[in-house]
């Protein structure tokens, strides 16, 4: 056979297996559209809300709500919180995963050096004598490298990259998260001291309706009946100081966990400031910078981008491969002779392989990196209604509450002026103790509603500054971790 003929036959033989292993994925495809943040309407709901620029909140947006204590509670849960360890450990799960995928793409060199001595037996000695001895010396150096001819390994390193930037992404919403729940548990601490101090003036209260109470009983203008249902309320006044007690303790609690600490933490801070509730104002930009500053978004679009080389690895499998593989070495029974020319030896193995038939496990390993893309895309999707969702609601609540809290503190002044008059009277001896029984309670709820409402703002201010991606931006990100490429539509 002439070097023509085989070369024409090896030319034919490679172009089929190329055919044949370019077929096998057809009618595989994804399904996953992104949406356009722009096609999500938000005008109407947001009409009359101001517009700023510097509407973004800073990276230490805590520092607003006006309680220094705060600011070192946040920076000791970022530093000791196990949630923290648990989203840096996952960066560097995909960390390291990224490095391995880039490693693969790399040719292999090995060497190896050795000796052994052994001794022959009986049966085994040629002679038939048993006392035959040998020495092997050997070394040896090998080199393996697979051609990334389609770029597969390319794309599974470029995958595993993605993946290591959206756990970055992921580490850094856990801190935002960490920040809120910090700020929002600080702010029940807040409140359950108000509560508590509500429920200490309203066992004042009903002591001070309890003694006038006597006095009018033992004057003959009350009756026994009356007596024994202040009694009642002051009973009742007791537990309620009880149960605010119950709830200060779960509230240091709750927020010494979050710091990482044994509950003994929560003792050692201080009463909290009443804090500052945020302006109630929305960047201009919004929402289209909304999906850089959102820590969220990021990650996942970072998620879509690492699912669409998975798919481009998984399609390189299905073409032909090459592999180069050799070694060298020498190996010798004298050790005067190890490198003598004798003793030397080496091969050179080039391989080519395609996939012809393997049952459907390339087309089904195929098929679940095209879901797994879907399934980004559609958590990308979720996430960026969520957050239109989040902010959209969050500033019409801080919007209404204001005009909520102005009411009920004209209820609360009004109530403590009744109950200031009935008592007035009640002492004297002209009211009515049922007058002074209902304006108590009036006042009471009043007092809890107004606090209440309080919190809520505080709240709710903490939560736009989650949901504006609490000073994130993807320019922080390392020099190595560029911004994610912008999806298809």
């Given at each position: 056979?002439?070097?023509?003929?085989?070369?024409?036959?090896?030319?034919?033989?490679?172009?089929?297996?190329?055919?044949?292993?370019?077929?096998?994925?057809?009618?595989?495809?994804?399904?996953?559209?992104?949406?356009?943040?722009?096609?999500?309407?938000?005008?109407?709901?947001?009409?009359?809300?101001?517009?700023?620029?510097?509407?973004?909140?800073?990276?230490?947006?805590?520092?607003?709500?006006?309680?220094?204590?705060?600011?070192?509670?946040?920076?000791?849960?970022?530093?000791?919180?196990?949630?923290?360890?648990?989203?840096?450990?996952?960066?560097?799960?995909?960390?390291?995963?990224?490095?391995?995928?880039?490693?693969?793409?790399?040719?292999?060199?090995?060497?190896?050096?050795?000796?052994?001595?052994?001794?022959?037996?009986?049966?085994?000695?040629?002679?038939?004598?048993?006392?035959?001895?040998?020495?092997?010396?050997?070394?040896?150096?090998?080199?393996?490298?697979?051609?990334?001819?389609?770029?597969?390994?390319?794309?599974?390193?470029?995958?595993?990259?993605?993946?290591?930037?959206?756990?970055?992404?992921?580490?850094?919403?856990?801190?935002?998260?960490?920040?809120?729940?910090?700020?929002?548990?600080?702010?029940?601490?807040?409140?359950?001291?108000?509560?508590?101090?509500?429920?200490?003036?309203?066992?004042?209260?009903?002591?001070?309706?309890?003694?006038?109470?006597?006095?009018?009983?033992?004057?003959?203008?009350?009756?026994?009946?009356?007596?024994?249902?202040?009694?009642?309320?002051?009973?009742?006044?007791?537990?309620?100081?009880?149960?605010?007690?119950?709830?200060?303790?779960?509230?240091?609690?709750?927020?010494?966990?979050?710091?990482?600490?044994?509950?003994?933490?929560?003792?050692?801070?201080?009463?909290?400031?009443?804090?500052?509730?945020?302006?109630?104002?929305?960047?201009?930009?919004?929402?289209?910078?909304?999906?850089?500053?959102?820590?969220?978004?990021?990650?996942?679009?970072?998620?879509?981008?690492?699912?669409?080389?998975?798919?481009?690895?998984?399609?390189?499998?299905?073409?032909?491969?090459?592999?180069?593989?050799?070694?060298?070495?020498?190996?010798?029974?004298?050790?005067?002779?190890?490198?003598?020319?004798?003793?030397?030896?080496?091969?050179?193995?080039?391989t080519l392989s395609v996939p012809i038939f393997d049952g459907g496990r390339l087309r089904a390993n195929l098929d679940a990196r095209d879901a797994d893309y879907d399934l980004a895309v559609a958590q990308y999707n979720k996430n960026l209604v969520r957050a239109?969702?989040?902010?959209?609601?969050?500033?019409?609540?801080?919007?209404?509450?204001?005009?909520?809290?102005?009411?009920?503190?004209?209820?609360?002044?009004?109530?403590?002026?009744?109950?200031?008059?009935?008592?007035?009277?009640?002492?004297?001896?002209?009211?009515?103790?049922?007058?002074?029984?209902?304006?108590?309670?009036?006042?009471?709820?009043?007092?809890?509603?107004?606090?209440?409402?309080?919190?809520?703002?505080?709240?709710?201010?903490?939560?736009?500054?989650?949901?504006?991606?609490?000073?994130?931006?993807?320019?922080?990100?390392?020099?190595?971790?560029?911004?994610?490429?912008?999806?298809?539509?």
């Amino acid at each position: 056979m002439s070097s023509k003929t085989l070369r024409t036959g090896l030319s034919l033989v490679l172009s089929a297996m190329v055919l044949a292993g370019c077929a096998n994925y057809s009618g595989l495809d994804t399904e996953g559209q992104s949406l356009d943040a722009k096609t999500l309407k938000a005008g109407q709901s947001l009409t009359g809300v101001t517009l700023s620029p510097a509407a973004w909140p800073k990276s230490d947006w805590w520092k607003s709500l006006g309680d220094p204590q705060l600011d070192g509670l946040i920076r000791e849960a970022l530093h000791d919180s196990p949630d923290m360890q648990i989203a840096a450990a996952r960066a560097h799960q995909a960390s390291a995963a990224a490095y391995a995928a880039d490693a693969a793409r790399m040719p292999t060199l090995d060497a190896s050096a050795g000796i052994s001595r052994s001794r022959l037996a009986k049966d085994q000695d040629p002679r038939g004598q048993g006392d035959a001895y040998a020495t092997v010396r050997n070394v040896s150096a090998g080199f393996n490298y697979n051609f990334d001819l389609w770029g597969g390994q390319r794309d599974a390193w470029e995958a595993a990259l993605g993946e290591a930037r959206a756990a970055e992404v992921d580490r850094q919403a856990a801190q935002l998260t960490l920040a809120a729940d910090v700020a929002r548990a600080y702010s029940d601490l807040g409140q359950a001291h108000i509560v508590y101090d509500l429920a200490a003036e309203d066992l004042k209260r009903t002591r001070q309706m309890l003694d006038l109470s006597q006095r009018r009983l033992s004057s003959g203008i009350d009756s026994q009946y009356q007596f024994q249902q202040t009694e009642s309320l002051e009973a009742s006044s007791q537990a309620s100081l009880i149960d605010a007690e119950k709830r200060l303790n779960s509230a240091r609690i709750a927020l010494a966990v979050l710091l990482g600490k044994g509950p003994d933490r929560g003792n050692e801070i201080a009463r909290p400031k009443i804090l500052q509730a945020s302006a109630v104002a929305l960047p201009s930009v919004l929402p289209a910078e909304l999906l850089g500053r959102r820590p969220d978004l990021v990650a996942a679009r970072w998620r879509v981008e690492a699912a669409s080389k998975d798919i481009d690895a998984s399609k390189t499998q299905f073409y032909p491969n090459l592999n180069l593989s050799a070694a060298a070495g020498a190996e010798s029974l004298l050790g005067d002779a190890m490198f003598g020319s004798a003793s030397r030896f080496f091969n050179i193995a080039p391989t080519l392989s395609v996939p012809i038939f393997d049952g459907g496990r390339l087309r089904a390993n195929l098929d679940a990196r095209d879901a797994d893309y879907d399934l980004a895309v559609a958590q990308y999707n979720k996430n960026l209604v969520r957050a239109l969702g989040d902010v959209s609601d969050t500033i019409n609540q801080l919007r209404d509450i204001g005009r909520q809290i102005g009411a009920q503190q004209h209820a609360t002044e009004i109530a403590q002026n009744s109950y200031n008059t009935v008592v007035e009277r009640y002492g004297s001896g002209i009211g009515n103790y049922l007058d002074v029984l209902s304006i108590e309670q009036q006042l009471l709820q009043a007092q809890r509603q107004l606090a209440s409402l309080n919190a809520e703002q505080i709240d709710l201010s903490i939560q736009l500054m989650q949901a504006l991606g609490g000073g994130f931006q993807t320019e922080n990100l390392a020099s190595a971790n560029p911004a994610p490429a912008k999806l298809n539509n």
